[in-house]
């Protein structure tokens, strides 16, 4: 469900790698293991600035960086899929009911939020009704049985989501998150 992961985890590879010969190149030419420079050399030639086209072209290199770094941080917000109207009509002469995905997993939403040791609850329908699926993300508590959630969503919450929307199958992925919350105590 985390769409930006395989994403961040190349670009942070390759920041990492990048990052590491930076780090290596100056020991390596201390040490000499890079022959082309010697250690008591200077890196550029001179004391005089360059011209004037190398600043604006590291000007704009650095406009590209922080726009690529923007647009990276845009792609960690989370994003859900846009809701989709579902239509249930099986004669068009008699009329057609138009359904919300997100009108329809509302009340999904309401009865897994209910259940013991869950702190939060969201549910995405995704699809149409030739191929529907449902993405379901819980926080569970800390003292929240994950198991107990997870049987009670596949065998109370699923089915009855399924059968209000008269659907023969309806694969649902449960992603669980973790809280430090707690849940009420009774005493």
Same mark, same amino acid.
């Given at each position: 469900?985390?769409?930006?992961?395989?994403l961040?985890?190349?670009?942070?590879?390759?920041?990492?790698? @990048?990052?590491l010969?930076?780090?290596?190149?100056?020991?390596?030419?201390?040490?000499?293991?890079?022959?082309v420079?010697?250690p008591?050399?200077p890196l550029?030639p001179?004391?005089?600035?360059p011209?004037t086209?190398?600043?604006?072209?590291?000007?704009v290199?650095?406009?590209?960086?922080? @726009?690529?770094g923007l647009?990276w941080?845009a792609?960690?917000l989370?994003?859900r899929p846009r809701?989709?109207?579902?239509?249930f009509?099986t004669?068009?002469?008699?009329?057609s009911?138009?359904l919300?995905?997100?009108?329809?997993?509302?009340?999904?939403?309401?009865?897994?939020?209910?259940?013991?040791?869950?702190?939060?609850?969201?549910?995405?329908?995704?699809?149409?009704r030739a191929?529907?699926?449902?993405?379901?993300?819980?926080?569970?508590?800390?003292?929240?049985?994950?198991?107990?959630?997870?049987?009670?969503?596949?065998?109370?919450g699923?089915?009855? @989501?399924r059968?209000? @929307?008269?659907?023969?199958?309806?694969?649902?992925?449960?992603?669980?998150?973790?809280t430090?919350?707690?849940?009420?105590?009774?005493?």
């Open positions: 469900m985390n769409r930006p992961a395989r961040n985890r190349v670009l942070l590879a390759i920041l990492g790698l @990048l990052l010969a930076a780090g290596l190149l100056p020991i390596a030419i201390r040490s000499g293991w890079l022959p420079l010697g008591d050399r550029v001179g004391t005089a600035l011209p086209w190398v600043l604006y072209a590291a000007a290199a650095g406009l590209v960086v922080a @726009l690529a647009r941080l792609a960690q989370t994003r809701a989709r109207i579902w239509r009509d004669d068009p002469a008699t009329g009911t138009e919300s995905s997100s009108a329809a997993a509302k009340p999904f939403v309401e009865e897994v939020r209910s259940y013991q040791g869950v702190h939060d609850a969201t549910a995405v329908l995704l699809g149409n191929g529907p699926a449902l993405e379901i993300v819980v926080s569970v508590e800390h003292d929240g049985d994950p198991a107990d959630i997870r049987t009670r969503i596949r065998t109370e699923v089915p009855r @989501l059968q209000a @929307l008269d659907l023969d199958s309806l694969p649902a992925r449960v992603e669980l998150r973790f430090a919350a707690t849940g009420a105590r009774v005493s």
